[in-house]
Nanobody
Framework: QVQLVESGGGLVQAGGSLRLSCEAS????????MGWFRQAPGKEREFVGH????????YYADSVKGRFTISRDNAAKTLYLQMNSLKPEDTAVYYC???????????????????WGQGTQVTVSS
């Protein structure tokens, strides 16, 4: 069973930056496609971005494109989300998730992902 632990959340002013990390428990992390999602109070979980197992391809939601960057260090079993130019509407709990089996075709859908972290709160003040 894969365990994912996010860290790096916090309170930041609009226009600021944060970097989230997601550390995996298994060495097989290097074979998993990974994603970031977020969920604001009263809203559905929303796709933020996706990265292939090798890190060679990344995909982003339109709302974060150009501001957020996903990367990974397979040797360190860690996924990252660099968030720049943060806006109040980015406030949410951010989750990392892994695809350990099946197709990643629908990578924007939460149901594609098998394992989830516990989430880390990001709050952006105006």
């Amino acid at each position: 069973q894969v365990q994912l632990v996010e860290s790096g959340g916090g309170l930041v002013q609009a226009g600021g930056s944060l970097r989230l990390s997601c550390e995996a428990s298994e060495r097989t992390f290097s074979t998993y496609a990974m994603g970031w999602f977020r969920q604001a109070p009263g809203k559905e979980r929303e796709f933020v971005g996706h990265i292939t197992w090798s890190g060679s391809s990344t995909y982003y939601a339109d709302s974060v494109k150009g501001r957020f960057t996903i990367s990974r260090d397979n040797a360190a079993k860690t996924l990252y989300l660099q968030m720049n130019s943060l806006k109040p509407e980015d406030t949410a709990v951010y989750y990392c998730a892994a695809v350990t089996r099946g197709s990643t075709y629908y990578y924007t859908s939460p149901t594609t992902y098998d394992y989830w972290g516990q989430g880390t709160q990001v709050t952006v003040s105006s």
